[in-house]
């Protein structure tokens, strides 16, 4: 079972996120079946690259805020107007009661049938299970100032659970319990949202999964984008001391699969489009002919999972990020040369898309402890000190170790290198 983020952002659409929406896929007798939990504003827009709209094969709505439905407008339209006819059948779409009404009313003027031609429209109830293809979905009643749900995905001997929006209720514990992920409401922050009964924080969505018990892995949702993610990443982390991240859009995540149903995959790697990255390489030669020849470029990504790719590759087109860090046997493990002073490189997102093409301006290949508090600014992640540069290099660097097979020390050999941003031109220093 596949889960892909399509849109995460709280309560309303993000600059870097739709809403709420989340696509599950499965393989099950020969092809692959896709539903969709949510679909928020702005979330049909991402979801056509993950998978043809006529393709879906069900839609989970988990209650009528917004954020979680409005974009069913415009899957809507997408099966009623067509060119070529619209497509056939009803696609069947599983909400809270009064959806079918509130749908017609969110597209205003449709005539008395409402979507029912495009639509079959069935309403959730608590402990409700649906079973479609590959996928056994249970509806839990959870606990929001609407009717509200959240839905426990099982398929391959594997569990996806998701909250919805809610706040701490006993339907958590069936809702969760052994889930192999855990995509959990967290937006409020302890100590600043004192109201009960709308959402989760950070620390009472790991006290959920904690009480729920077996849980493999915590994946933190629905964070609006006044809040500081970290702060709702660290107050989870006072609770949970298991797999924890933070949703991106275009993070993605394998359960089960060829490792047999004992728990999640690594994070989810991220697939470059490595087309797309030298097309964006062209693009720059192309005005640049006088660079030398330095034949094709790497098309990388900062980071080892999607969430981190994205969130990384936003301090360096949103932020002050222009240096990052690399073990030398990383690039050895994987048959990369290290990178040249006045080579370039392409960055991607955790999507595999290519964002920007840097060039190298300075390297020092030293032991990890002899990282200075200037690189740690410069790299520009977080609070930009030396201390929390140690903290998630040596986080980040454990893993790399453990990736290839290596023993971590602070002696490892690493690449600092400074950078700048020289495409597009709209982003370059
Ligand atoms: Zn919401
Ligand atoms: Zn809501």
Redesign the pocket.
């Known amino acids: 079972m596949k889960l892909t983020v399509i849109g995460c952002s709280?309560?309303f659409a993000g600059p870097d996120s739709p809403a709420?929406s989340y696509l599950v896929q499965a393989e099950h007798e020969g092809r692959t079946w896709s539903i969709v939990l949510d679909l928020g504003n702005g979330a049909l827009g991402p979801l056509q690259r993950q998978v043809d709209l006529a393709d879906l094969d069900a839609v989970f709505i988990s209650h009528l805020?917004p954020?979680?439905c409005v974009d069913i407008c415009g899957l809507y339209v997408t099966r009623k107007y067509r060119p070529g006819g619209a497509v056939p059948g009803q696609l069947d779409v599983h909400a809270p009661s009064g959806a079918a009404d509130r749908f017609a009313l969110m597209y205003h003027g449709l005539e008395h049938a409402g979507m029912s031609a495009e639509f079959a429209v069935h309403e959730l109830a608590d402990e409700l299970v649906t079973t479609l293809g590959p996928f056994t979905v249970t509806s839990y009643r959870v606990n929001h100032p609407v009717e509200a749900y959240g839905f426990r995905v099982e398929a391959d001997g594997v569990v996806l659970a998701y909250t919805g929006?809610t706040d701490a209720t006993p339907a958590l514990s069936p809702l969760l319990a052994g889930a192999d992920l855990a995509l959990m409401d967290s937006a409020f922050v302890d100590g600043r949202d004192d109201v009960q009964g709308i959402h989760l924080s950070g620390r009472r969505a790991a006290e959920a999964a904690v009480t729920a018990g077996g849980v493999g892995r915590l994946v933190l949702t629905?964070i609006p984008p006044w809040n500081d993610r970290e702060v709702c990443r660290a107050q989870a982390a006072e609770i949970w001391s298991g797999p924890l991240e933070l949703a991106a859009p275009g993070g993605t995540w394998t359960l089960g699969g060829a490792d047999g149903p004992s728990g999640a995959s690594e994070d989810g790697t991220v697939e470059v489009d490595r087309a797309a990255g030298l097309a964006l390489w062209a693009d720059y030669r192309a005005v640049h002919p006088a660079l030398p020849d330095e034949g094709e470029p790497p098309v990388e990504c900062f980071g080892d999972s999607p969430a981190l790719a994205d969130e990384l590759i936003a301090f360096v087109v949103d932020g002050p990020k222009r240096a990052t860090a690399g073990l030398v046997a990383a690039y050895a493990a994987d048959g990369d040369p290290l990178p040249r002073v006045g080579a370039h490189w392409v960055a991607c997102g955790g999507d595999g898309q290519p964002r920007v093409v840097l060039r190298t301006h300075e390297l020092r290949v030293g032991p990890l402890h002899s990282v200075d508090a200037q690189f740690a600014w410069d790299e520009g992640e977080y609070d930009r000190t030396l201390e929390s540069w140690l903290d998630g290099h040596r986080r980040f660097f454990r893993r790399e170790c453990e990736r290839i097979g290596a023993e971590f020390s602070n002696d490892l050999e690493v690449v600092f290198e400074r950078f700048s941003i020289v495409w597009p031109p709209e982003l370059a220093d």
Request: charged share 25%; net charge negative.
């Open positions: 709280g309560s709420s805020h954020d979680h929006d629905h």
